[in-house]
């Protein structure tokens, strides 16, 4: 079987039958992972290794603080304006999809106002705007993007930047819960990075934000411990129990992308054949469209409709059936979604497209 679940989605196999053989006693220490005090130096040998693999994976440069903290990427949507609007200011946000909207929301319930300084709505979230259509509130104190619209397909083909109108430069804050360590980044470019864990990372519930050091003194007083990025970093991420076993997983994640794919360069490669395979299936086709632009189309995520959607449940029965998971598409927008993550393989992807070829020439 194949999973394209969008979210909690598929693991890398060899890292599931890693941690099944060490569930019940890890490494002859005669417990599971899921037992050791959090505070024990094997426990902290596991989390640190974890932040290494990651801040070598990455990049990461040494300014940046790694948080493996929790709460959903919903959670940062609140905890991204209490850390940095202390000093004043107007969160400014890229709206490009339901997550971005999702982010505007939630600033403007919290702190009564985000300003949208760039959208995709005029396009039905298909192209995202490009760099020279960016309007900045003058009191813009984070610029905010989704650099992969989970449920649209659509992803950033640039990092903007974040220049007010009177010169001065603001950090970039981007969610990149769908498509972190698809590929290479540079860190630097950005002043939070936050992405819930459970397509590229690991279990669902943690949560891994990269912040600039310096931001850690821009935060509002009044918020809660667990959201504050400075705490957090401080208590090197346990100010409380840490979702311990979900890092340990994203551990072996880490350790899976360094030594078994070779790095991100690698792992960029294949996911550009994955991506592109698909979308030359459904650029090829008469039965199948995605209504992205080429050049926003998401390698993580591939949206796409028959042309007679009375086709739809046919269509998911049958790849159900031939073993293609979870092609169903997110329930506010219908149709389909592929979600090729990291740990999809390739052949995955060729087995989908066979499906599909063979699905249009007997229904199409
Ligand atoms: N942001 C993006 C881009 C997502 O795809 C998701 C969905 O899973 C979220 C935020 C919300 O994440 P969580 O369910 O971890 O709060």
Known sequence: HFNFCAGPAALPTVVLERAQQEMLDYQGHGLSVMEMSHRSSEYVAIAEKAEADLRSLLAVPDNYRILFTQGGATQQFAAVPYN??????????????????????????????????????????????????????????????????????????????????????????????????????????????????????????????????????????????????????EAGSMINTPATYSWYLAGLVFEWLRQDIGGLEAMAAINARKAAKLYATIDASKLFSNPVAERNRSRMNVPFVLADDRLDADFLREADEAGLLNLKGHRSVGGMRASLYNAVPEEAVDALVTFMNDFEQRRG
């Open 84 to 233: 940095l609007l202390g000093n004043g200011g107007t969160g400014n946000y890229f709206e490009t999809g339901i997550w971005g909207k999702k982010a505007i929301k939630e600033a403007r319930h919290l702190f009564g106002a985000a300003h949208v300084a760039a959208s995709s709505v005029d396009s039905g979230n298909t192209e995202i705007p490009r760099e020279e259509a960016i309007q900045l509130s003058e009191d813009a104190a984070f610029l905010h993007i989704t650099t992969n619209e989970t449920i649209g397909g659509l992803a950033f083909d640039y990092t903007p930047c974040a220049v007010r109108p009177d010169g001065v430069e603001i950090p970039l804050v981007a969610d990149m819960s769908s498509d972190i360590l698809s590929g290479p980044l540079d860190v630097s470019r950005y002043g939070v990075i936050y992405a819930g864990a459970q397509k590229n990372i690991g279990p669902a519930g943690l949560v891994l934000v990269i912040v600039r050091d310096d931001l850690l003194d821009r935060a509002r007083s009044d918020m809660p411990t667990l959201f504050s990025y400075r705490e957090l970093a």
